[in-house]
C-alpha cells in the first residue's frame, strides 16, 4: 500500500497538495512534517535506537525513534505511532508532549521536525523493536549520548539536543 505525505508551507499550514512518500516532487518553500519522541526515564535516561545497517544513509547510526506524518494524520498521532511501530512502546499516556520545532531545506527533500519528549518509565525488556527499521535500543544517559554525537554517529544531535534538557 503505498504511503501519502500531506505537504505543508513553512508555518505548518497545510498546502492541500499531497506526495508519495519519497517521491520529492515539493517546490521551494514547501515541506513535509517528521516526528521524533524522546522518551525520558525517571533515572534521567533516555531511549535511543540504532538504525539497521541497510538504510539508504546513516546505517549503524543512533538515532531517536519517529518517522513522517502520514497524510491526514496529526503530529502527535504520528510520534505516538512512530514509537510504538519501532519500539513498542505506547507514549499515548505518558506525562510530557510537543518541545519544539526545526526545519531543512535540502534541494526538494525540505522537512520540519516536530520534537516531543515523553517521561515514563520502561526497560530494555519492554522493548519490542522493528527489525526492517532498527537493530539495536537503549537507554543511555546524556553523556552517552554525546559521546556517540561527538563520534559522529548520533543523527541529528546538534538540532535535538536541547530536548534533552530538564
Known sequence: MQEYWDIYDINKNKTGRVMKRNDWSMKEGEYYISVLGVVRRSDG?????QRVLTKEWAAGWWEIPGG???AGESSLEAV???VKEETGLDVS???????????????????????????????EEDLKLQKDET???????????????NEGKFLHFDSIKKVFED
Open 80 to 82: 505516538i505511532r512512530e
Open 135 to 149: 537493530m539495536d535500543g537503549k537507554f543511555a544517559t546524556l553523556d552517552e549520548i554525546k559521546e556517540i554525537a
Open 93 to 123: 499516556g505518558a506525562e510530557g508532549g510537543y518541545q519544539f520545532c526545526y526545519h531543512r531545506e535540502n534541494k526538494g527533500q525540505n522537512y520540519i521536525v516536530d520534537i516531543y519528549r515523553f517521561d515514563m518509565d520502561a526497560t
Open 68 to 70: 513522517a506524518v502520514k
Open 45 to 49: 535516561k533516555f531511549l535511543i535506537t
